[in-house]
């Protein structure tokens, strides 16, 4: 289970700070690529921004130097700082993560139940 919280309105230019716990304990869970991707209304889900176990970190072009993704793996939470918000970041943010839950197991993808960033004036 991944849980969401953070999101609000803010006024071009503001800044927001997501945060996402992952559920999940145990000698065989794992947790590969965690992550942030947004749909703003209308339109696809976009990548924001990926961070791997290995510390290789992704952005989508249209927020990098602006958005920074962090990840706590003693706290199973990812964090996603944006700063200089634009109206046109205004979306659904959901919390990905690629998880293995057992030893054995496969790696899966889950997904968080989004949290609304709405930047206006």
């Known amino acids: 289970q991944l849980v969401e919280s953070g999101g609000g309105l803010v006024q071009p230019g503001g800044s927001l700070r997501l945060s996402c716990v992952v559920s999940?304990?145990?000698?065989?869970?794992?947790?590969?690529?965690l992550g942030w991707y947004r749909q703003a209304p209308g339109k696809q889900r976009d990548m924001v921004a990926v961070?791997?176990?290995?510390?290789?970190?992704n952005y989508a072009a249209s927020v990098k130097g602006w958005f920074t993704i962090s990840r706590d793996n003693a706290k199973n939470t990812v964090y996603l700082q944006m700063d200089s918000l634009k109206p046109e970041d205004t979306a659904d943010y959901f919390c990905?993560?690629?998880?293995?839950?057992?030893?054995?197991?496969?790696?899966?993808?889950?997904w968080g139940q989004g949290t609304l960033v709405t930047v206006s004036s």
């Open positions: 961070k791997t176990s290995g510390g290789t970190t």
């Open positions: 990905y993560a690629r998880i293995r839950t057992a030893i054995g197991s496969t790696f899966r993808d889950y």
């Open positions: 999940g304990s145990g000698s065989g869970f794992s947790m590969s690529v």
